[in-house]
């Protein structure tokens, strides 16, 4: 028999967590006053159906103490060993039109055969058709005194108001981490599984608060360990979740910008035979934790090593998670429709990059194509070999603020920190400044449309006040001005470095 199954609580006392239903449901059977229908919604593996079960036999029980069932009597052996006939349980996934409900409906009216209660389990009950549940609503409305109804669902919204106004709701919620943990360790000890406190931790993660999904990890991954000790590589060889190093490696790639390796690390994943979905969802989870870090580092994980993540936190900014994070969401919601489980992944890594959004506080390893166009200085490092930091650090690009100024060095510096394409688009920009006023001259439309983007706008007058004082702000103008040519350029950088050109 399956742990999930084995082990399914036969008491209100053995289940883990949901206090708040328990309460609720053990208040009704001990003070007599059962509702005739009750909605139970949450999502899987949260007990939503062992409740059921339990109340069904508690409210039935020939000698029930503080609402507890004995577990001894005809009944309560009889609900254990599902041969209750006045406990019957519906699949509404699979008996879900309007003759099925008629077929309840005519049934529900006899007396029970043995017990006080008649109750009916709806398991899945967002299944019901809408005749169906139309024919199910003259029942609620007007039940038997014997009968008590209980619909379980993970799907809360697809109940019809009607059908909810005449329920009582009780939401049942993911289990808390650590009383997750407490519950599969003891049944891990009575099963002699050996398990190390970091694997249970991730065997709890990845199973996002469900009792049943916990105990089936587990149930997988001990028939492999032949009686050995449960570690790491075993659950996530089994199981196709990624190692933390993984997550590390990718961040690393992504914040150098190397697509190529980028690429070559997806489809190593991928033909180790691990699933993409479930290595996005974990890449997902691992920057939710960095951006965690930045904010409160009291929001771990269970299973991420806080130390490292609080370095690789202090090593990123805000807007480069951020975005990150997004383009993970995207990932997924496109996943489930490629014949290709990586192509997502891969489309979306080129299109983050390529579109200038990666971002390393650290250093810039290479200057890359922007996918619109190729930037002024950008093809000036491409063709003459001229290094574009050096460059933008000597060139005058200002007609008042001239280049030794260490204060418009440091705004540079403070601009490239935040968001490199910012950065790389004042390089095709002149200055003026005009009093408290700091002129952005703009002749590239495509330049001027990104920097004059509200966020962007909004960072670069920050950086500025920070740089220059409180008092100065920029203006952002569309000039007129050609651009230089080319050839322009490249005499202007000659005469800054005092060079030449050697055929």
Known sequence: MSLYRKYRPQKFSEIIGQEYVVKTVLGAVTSNQIGHAYIFAGIRGTGKTTIARIFAKSINCLDAQNGEPCDKCKICQEVNGGSFLDLIEIDAASNRGIDDIRDLREKVKFSPNMGKYKVYIIDEAHMLTEPAFNALLKTLEEPPAHAVFILATTEIHKIPATILSRCQRLDFHKIENGKLIEGIKKIAEKEGIKIDEKSLKKIVAISEGSVRDALSYLDQVSSFSSGGEITIDLIENILGYSREENMIKILDLIKSGNIQSIIEFINMIEEEGRDIENFVKDFIKFLRNILIAKIDKNGFNVFIDEKKVSDIAAEVSFSFVLELIESMNRVLKGG????????????????????????????????????????????????????????????????????????????????????????????????????????????????????????????????????????????????????????????????????????
């Open 336 to 503: 489930k429709f490629s014949f290709i489980p990586q192509l997502p992944l891969e489309l979306e890594m080129v299109r983050f990059l390529k579109g200038g959004e990666s971002v390393n506080t650290q250093k810039e390893n290479e200057v890359r194509e922007d996918r619109s166009e190729i930037k002024r200085v950008q093809s000036i490092v491409e063709e003459e070999l001229i290094d574009v930091e050096d460059f933008v650090a000597e060139k005058d690009i200002s007609q008042n603020i001239k280049s030794e100024n260490s204060a418009w060095k440091l705004f540079l510096d403070n601009v490239k920190k935040t968001k490199m394409i910012l950065y790389m688009a004042l390089q095709g920009c002149s200055m003026e400044e005009d009093g408290s006023t700091i002129r952005l001259l703009v002749c590239n439309p495509f330049y001027f449309d990104r920097i004059s983007e509200r966020g962007n706008s909004e960072i670069l007058n920050k950086i500025a006040q920070e740089t220059f004082g409180v008092d100065k702000k920029i203006a952002i103008i569309r000039s007129d001005k050609k651009t230089e040519t080319k050839q322009d350029l490249i005499s202007e950088a000659l005469s800054v470095f005092g060079g030449e050109i050697i055929e």
